[in-house]
């Protein structure tokens, strides 16, 4: 996609008429213009010179955003953040006020002048006093602070001759009507000043409108500033952002500091971060311990430690120590520039529902002017006269208003898109950020979405006589020296609880079963159940706790010494601190929530009773993920949630997917939204948002509508020839009343400021109607089951965890012609689902490769 500054723009028509002009171009499969940034994002394999030279032939400016088209280099990162700095800077509130000064300052003399005098009988110099001379100075006025305010008529006058009208066209030909009735009448003054007709003469004094000329685009004036400045503080979000980026980094050049722009930083750059200071690009630490405040970025207030080794962001701020850290993304690369790029292509695209408003705008104008004339003609035909009939078209004309209609939507995505940032919560679009509003089933992701993703101590089961800290010395010492999953996490339960290994001895790792060695002279076993009890005496207690904990998802290892076992100890991948919360959450907000796993159903049941998930769907493959969401969405609006390469094709398929911030690139790539914080709670804080969202651009829209349909039956004198009511609007007043409609537009958008997204209280439930969801997903899965070709059992021996289970299955599955390999340790079998035949000595092989033993093939 490439992006678009466009100048010149006012109202929702003209947002149209670009979108319409660029799509001519040849190669444009996309077009799409907001209003609120004054962007357009364009689609598509096109010249870039020829999308601006059919934007300008439409009478509006072009520039590619940030200087640069597909075909040249971009420029580094300090140059583009100072482009979209610049894009986004409000320069129009010092021309408009500026404007607004000059117009007031003649408009109070004019007034003085017209109502004062005329009306009032304030003094004015006797030269004024003649009704003639006055008209005449009257008309030099206006004409004065219509040439001030120029940009309507210029712009309004070139698309009306272009059969495009905008609202610059509906201000130019309501002022300009005004002022020809009035100069028609000061002509007729003159005639019959001639025929010393003077009775003529003042009751035509009493009825010029040069005021309303003038006032027309002086109070439409004061309305496009005060849109601006409301417009100005939808973005201060994207702003703040932007300003965190640091300009300098200290780079170390031949042993040496050396401060530089932020923009000559390279990938394996050596930079130097000393406290209080940002850190300018990302990085891993190679020296120094700190603690660093993310807010920045994740929202999160609390310092986060660092050491060697960790990642640390752009403009995040160093606290405490002094860090070298070497480069690893830089310029555009960087997270930092990254989250701002997705909320400026946010704020850039469109919403669905901004559709209706596109629709609405695209005849809007022609039908009031159409609207204005028939009002003319009807009065005059009524015998109300000319005197009557054109304030009242005047003010048709200048009481409608497109451009609360083009605001109503962009507006309200862009704050929600500010405040989703502020709280780590990013949407790629805005489509994504309106159906995250409209979601009524979640899909999760079991491993690294609802769980940490790395095993954990879970349980200590010393034998009678045992102290747990034996245990755990015991445990510490003889995995001290392997290198499985499950040995590194009793390792890092040791280090919590402060227990040192000790010295073992004549280590032997025994492939499938478990590990040897001497301790003290006495030989020390850990492994599996079946492995211990082939080797030491095991108590049926013992047999009974560790099958009571493999129920729970569990994976319960055995230690002995000196041919006594010493214990169990239960390893599991423990749910995130936040799941349980999270799932009570969104079931709070009338969603469903299923949890679907590529793990064995008895590890799935048990951690979903623990997340508080009645809804489960175990043993799926990649591609079964994306069927069971093609199944959910029959029954409502689906948002899967993962992090996953796995979890790619779900993401993709889901009606929203949604990434959790620590998961892989491609995850992150295939979603709509991303986690920063890479907690569930946000999940349910990004749907909160979403619907805050919609609900604010449903009263937007409303207003947009209700202000119209009311106001210009009013301005008509509709309802005053209907009811019989005395009151007749000035045109003057319709112009007040449209500058007041588009601020109250944006005014309302940035009540979304205000929401909390992890306040829950006032979430309200939707139904959906997911009573045969789960048995129409589970019978899509048999089914597709049954549909296989051929189902052989492989017998294997050496399985002890789900890590080891992982393994076998991606050993499997790798071989041409398994389609599904489902392996369970516990019964130490690989069911694997064939396309076509496979040797059997091709799947042996496979096996003994990832050290376990294979015993048979059955069917």
């Known amino acids: 996609m490439e992006q678009y500054i466009v100048t010149g723009m006012s109202c929702a028509a003209c947002q149209s008429r670009v979108e319409k002009a660029a799509k001519t171009v040849p190669g444009v499969k996309e077009a799409n213009v907001s209003l609120l940034t004054n962007t357009l994002m364009v689609e598509g394999d096109c010249n870039a010179s020829e999308v601006i030279k059919a934007v300008e032939a439409a009478g509006y400016g072009a520039s590619v955003k940030g200087g640069t088209t597909k075909d040249e280099k971009s420029l580094e990162i300090s140059d583009s953040m100072n482009a979209q700095e610049e894009a986004l800077k409000d320069h129009e509130s010092p021309k408009l006020k500026k404007r607004l000064y000059q117009s007031v300052g003649l408009l109070l003399v004019l007034m003085y002048l017209s109502m004062g005098h005329n009306m009032a009988g304030f003094p004015v110099p006797v030269f004024l006093e003649n009704p003639v001379s006055n008209a005449m100075t009257q008309m030099l006025i206006a004409i004065v602070v219509m040439y001030i305010n120029r940009k309507f008529f210029t712009g309004g006058f070139r698309t009306l001759l272009d059969g495009s009208p905008n609202m610059d066209a509906l201000i130019a030909l309501g002022s300009s009507a005004s002022f020809a009735y009035s100069l028609v009448s000061l002509y007729i003054m003159t005639d019959k000043l001639g025929l010393s007709d003077m009775k003529a003469v003042h009751h035509l004094s009493h009825n010029l409108y040069f005021e309303t000329a003038a006032m027309i685009p002086t109070l439409i004036t ?42 000559d930083v390279k990938v394996g750059d050596i930079f130097a971060v000393r406290p209080g200071e940002a850190i300018p690009v990302d990085g891993f630490i190679e020296e120094g311990d700190t603690a660093v405040n993310e807010s920045a970025l994740t929202g999160e207030s609390i310092p986060v430690d660092k050491t060697v080794g960790d990642m640390v962001s752009a403009a995040t701020i160093n606290q405490s120590g002094f860090i070298k850290a070497r480069a690893t993304r830089v310029g555009e690369d960087t997270t930092l520039s990254q989250i701002i790029h997705m909320v400026t292509d946010a704020a850039a695209t469109k919403a669905p529902i901004a559709r209706i408003a596109d629709k609405v705008a695209a005849v809007f104008v022609p039908a009031v002017i159409f609207v204005a004339v028939m009002t003319l003609f009807i009065w005059i035909f009524a015998g109300k006269g000319i005197e009557f009939s054109i304030p009242r078209a005047v003010a048709v004309l200048v009481i409608s208003c497109p451009c609360a209609l083009g605001l109503a939507t962009p507006v309200a995505i862009m704050v929600g898109n500010g405040v989703g940032a502020k709280n780590g919560i990013l949407y790629k679009t805005a489509a994504a950020q309106e159906q995250a509003g409209r979601i009524e089933i979640v899909a999760l992701d079991k491993t690294g979405t609802i769980t940490a993703g790395e095993p954990k101590v879970t349980d200590m089961v010393p034998a009678d006589g045992v102290k747990e800290e034996e245990l755990l010395s015991l445990a510490a010492s003889i ?367 496979a096996v003994e490769d990832r050290d376990f033993e294979f015993v048979s093939i059955e069917g």
């Not at 496009?224 to 640091?246: F, Q, R, Y």
């Not at 909390?756 to 969801?773: A, L, P, Y």
């Open 222 to 263: 004061v309305g496009k500033l005060l849109e601006a400045i409301s417009k100005g503080h939808t973005t201060d979000a994207l702003k703040s952002l932007m300003k965190l980026s640091p300009k300098t980094a200290v780079i170390y050049k031949d042993g040496k500091e050396t401060e530089v722009p932020v923009s």
């Open 479 to 845: 995995e001290v020296k392997s290198e499985h999953p499950l040995a590194k996490a009793i390792m890092k339960y040791a280090e919590e609880k402060k227990v040192e290994p000790k010295e073992v001895t004549a280590f032997q790792a025994l492939t499938g079963n478990g590990v040897k060695g001497v301790l003290s002279g006495y030989e020390v076993l850990a492994g599996s159940g079946r492995f211990m009890d082939d080797n030491v005496p095991v108590p049926d207690s013992m047999l009974e706790n560790a099958s009571a904990l493999a129920h729970q998802g569990k994976t319960p290892l055995f230690f002995a010494e000196a041919g006594r076992l010493k214990g169990i100890i239960a390893v599991a991948d423990t749910i995130k601190a936040d799941s349980s919360q999270a799932i009570k959450e969104l079931k709070g907000m009338g969603i469903e929530v299923y949890m679907i796993t590529g793990d064995n159903e008895k590890t799935a049941a048990a951690i979903a009773e623990e997340a508080g998930i009645d809804h489960v769907i175990a043993g799926v493959l990649p591609d079964g993920k994306e069927a069971v969401i093609r199944e959910l969405q029959k029954k409502g609006k689906v948002a899967m949630v993962g992090d996953g390469i796995n979890d790619a094709p779900a993401l993709t398929r889901a009606d929203l997917g949604i990434a959790i911030g620590a998961g892989t690139d491609v995850a992150i790539d295939a979603a709509d939204v991303v986690i920063m914080k890479s907690r569930l709670t946000d999940v349910a804080a990004a749907i909160r948002l979403g619907r805050a969202t919609i609900g604010n651009i449903h009263e937007n829209l409303f207003w947009a509508f209700f202000y119209n349909v009311i106001c210009i039956p009013l301005a008509a004198g509709f309802y005053s020839a209907l009811f019989g009511w005395g009151f007749e609007m000035n045109p003057m007043v319709g112009a007040a009343a449209m500058s007041i409609s588009s601020f109250t537009v944006c005014m309302n958008a940035l009540r979304l400021n205000l929401i909390d997204v992890h306040d829950s209280k006032r979430d309200r439930k939707i139904k959906v109607n997911t009573s045969t969801v789960e048995s129409a997903v589970e019978d899509n899965i048999t089914n597709t089951k049954e549909n296989k070709k051929m189902t052989k059992t492989v017998n294997i021996k050496g399985m002890m965890c789900g890590h080891c289970e992982a393994s076998v299955k991606k050993a499997l599955e790798a071989i041409d012609g398994i389609e599904l390999a489902t392996v369970s340790h516990d019964a130490g079998t690989a069911v694997i689902e064939l396309t076509k035949e496979v040797a059997d000595d091709e799947i042996r092989k």
